[in-house]
């Protein structure tokens, strides 16, 4: 799972998973929204007043906090800045067609309201309401996928879940109690009250058995049907593969799958993580995992009071308005006919190659190796008034004459007809 072969294996292990028809709209979708948002954000990378390196959301188990003292955060927890019509909408602004959030991440606290615990953001927080309802409406009424991340190992909240040594006797754990009695029925939860759910992301299989990763499957699939799984629920039983945080694949492989990834290098919030990356390296590695035939799952961490990073609004806000000119040559593509060049990556879709130029030649001249294919047209995605390029074969492959000024300063999607 973690590094580009072992997913390749995770795929290969899914036999008939390719022609799912249970998949189409997340195939197509190829750009979603990841949310990493809970009690994590109040300390944002600090504890005890001092900076905690690593991820934000960790915080819990690097600095063994017990239990008793974590707890403490959600009666601070009061997000009145959340307004889920304006995280969706950013979602749409950017471009993204899914959204995942963390309905319990591994430090265990619920952020849906649930009966099967009071460690929930209903009941446990001054805020008291319940934010998945209002995405859920809100995802409803802007079409955006809902999609929950639910931590089934780890929970280091409860007395039999993974990874709290430190409050809890290893040795003493009932992990298969804490499964069928814990986290099938919030899952059951997840998937009655909060309308149809495109995926249930599943994180750190750790040892779940074979079985284990069957039964939580069937369970999503018995209560909706068209729900997806990713691959994390373990045993390569999911609907689809997960690379690695942040692992983007070194080949094209045909499978269905994805990475998420960060746009610093935390999920949950952490107030003086500022390694943000460019909007050109978020379009050029969105560009290079679709052209790879994967889906790139982009993640935001918002604060305690419930605002998304500007940092994160900025470049998302710029990656959407690339899409707006490009999308063609994104969205329900599949990987191009060339691999492993450079200067660029292609995508295909239909009767059209798109190449997706990233450094534009000074004379406006793009050279395409041949690919095998009888190619009789050529278009800028963005600029239909554009026109068609000029376009010359010879035996090194396709001269596209384009314009001599760099037609889009995060990458130039040029569309090439085929003749079919
Ligand atoms: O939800 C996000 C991460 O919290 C989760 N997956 C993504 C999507 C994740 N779970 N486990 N890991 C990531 C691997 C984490 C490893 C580390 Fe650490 C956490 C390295 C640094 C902090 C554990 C604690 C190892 C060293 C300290």
């Not at 009932?174 to 149809?196: I, S, T």
């Not at 049907?225 to 694949?249: K, S």
């Not at 918002?302 to 959407?320: F, Q």
Request: with cysteine; aromatic share 10%.
């Amino acid at each position: 799972m973690a590094e580009d072969g072992s997913i390749r294996e995770e795929a290969r292990q899914r036999p008939g998973a390719r022609g799912d028809q249970r998949l189409n709209w997340w195939r197509d979708a190829r750009f979603g929204m990841f949310i990493h948002w809970g009690l994590y954000a109040i300390p944002a990378g600090q504890w005890r007043g001092k900076p905690i390196p690593g991820i934000g959301e960790w915080v819990m188990l690097r600095e063994r906090i017990p239990v008793r003292e974590y707890e403490s955060l959600a009666g601070r927890f009061n997000p009145t800045r959340f307004d889920a019509d304006a995280w969706v909408s950013l979602a749409k602004q950017a471009g993204q067609k899914y959204l995942v959030i963390t309905a319990k991440h591994h430090d265990g606290f619920c952020m849906y309201g649930s009966n099967e615990t009071e460690y929930n953001i209903v009941d446990a927080t001054p805020f008291g309401r319940d934010p998945m309802k209002e995405l859920a409406r809100a995802c409803q009424e802007q079409g955006v996928h809902l999609c929950f991340y639910y931590s089934q190992t780890q929970d280091w909240h409860h007395p039999d879940g993974d990874g709290n040594d430190w409050d809890y006797d290893d040795a003493k754990k009932d992990f298969a109690g804490y499964l069928e009695h814990y986290v099938k029925p919030q899952v059951r939860e997840l998937l009655a009250n909060y309308g149809p759910i495109g995926l249930i992301w599943f994180d750190t299989p750790k040892r779940i058995s074979a079985a284990q990763s069957r039964s939580l499957v069937d369970l999503v699939h018995e209560l909706q049907p068209g729900c997806l799984v990713n691959g994390r629920i373990g045993n390569a039983l999911g609907d689809y593969a997960e690379a690695g945080d942040n692992a983007i694949p070194a080949e094209l492989f045909d499978a269905d799958w994805e990475t998420p990834a960060t746009i610093n290098d935390t999920w949950g919030y952490k107030h003086d993580d500022h390694n943000w990356k460019s909007t050109g390296e978020l379009i050029h590695k969105l560009v290079d995992i679709v052209s790879k035939g994967g889906n790139y799952l982009l993640n935001v961490g918002p604060t305690a009071e419930g605002d998304i990073p500007h940092a994160s609004v900025a470049r998302l806000k710029e990656m959407g308005q690339w899409l707006e000119r490009n999308g063609e040559a994104i969205y329900g593509t599949r990987p191009g006919p060339l691999q492993g060049f450079d200067w660029g990556r292609t995508t295909a879709k239909y009767d059209t190659v798109y190449v997706h130029v990233f450094d534009w030649p000074a004379d406006g001249k793009v050279r395409v190796p041949d690919f095998g294919q009888n190619v009789t047209g050529a278009r800028l995605v963005a600029d239909p008034a554009a026109g068609a390029l000029p376009l010359t074969i010879d035996a090194e492959g396709l001269l596209v004459e384009g314009p001599a000024s760099t037609p889009d300063r995060f990458a130039t999607a040029i569309a090439l007809s085929l003749n079919s």
